[in-house]
């Protein structure tokens, strides 16, 4: 194999490691504190209060929650791609944390994620 491509790969797989981590510790300084509240899905829709411009971003919950007994509606920091609206009424889990805008629903994705991006770089740094 060309040296050059080596470089790239290798680059590449480091990248992504460090991508991987940069993930996962994200989502735990995100939680760090948090509490993890159940809420119910009001609807899903675009960013509004989150996100001033009028076209970015993809569809969010709104998620309602009781925080001692007082109700707030929040969106989460989800970004879909099209309307989830067969969700509405349905529970879900998220976690709540007084000092930021949006809610993080509790899922798996972030580390599943950050699994792949992390076995795509040791996969690149292994390549001879």
């Not at 976690?95 to 795509?120: C, D, F, H, I």
Request: glycine share 10%; with cysteine; aromatic share 10%.
């Amino acid at each position: 194999m060309p040296i050059q491509l080596m470089i790239i790969y290798r680059v590449l797989g480091v990248l992504f490691l460090v991508l991987a981590g940069a993930t996962v510790w994200e989502k735990y300084r995100t939680v760090r504190g948090a509490t993890l509240l159940p809420g119910r899905v009001l609807a899903c829709r675009k960013p509004s209060r989150t996100n001033p411009r009028a076209g970015a971003g993809g569809y969010r919950y709104l998620v309602e929650i009781y925080v001692e007994g007082q109700r707030l509606e929040l969106e989460t920091n989800d970004s879909f791609w099209f309307s989830h609206e067969e969700k509405q009424g349905k529970i879900v889990q998220v976690w709540y944390n007084p000092n930021s805008t949006v809610l993080e629903r509790k899922s798996w994705g972030t580390e599943q994620l950050a699994a792949g991006m992390a076995l795509l770089g040791i996969g690149l740094l292994l390549l001879q």
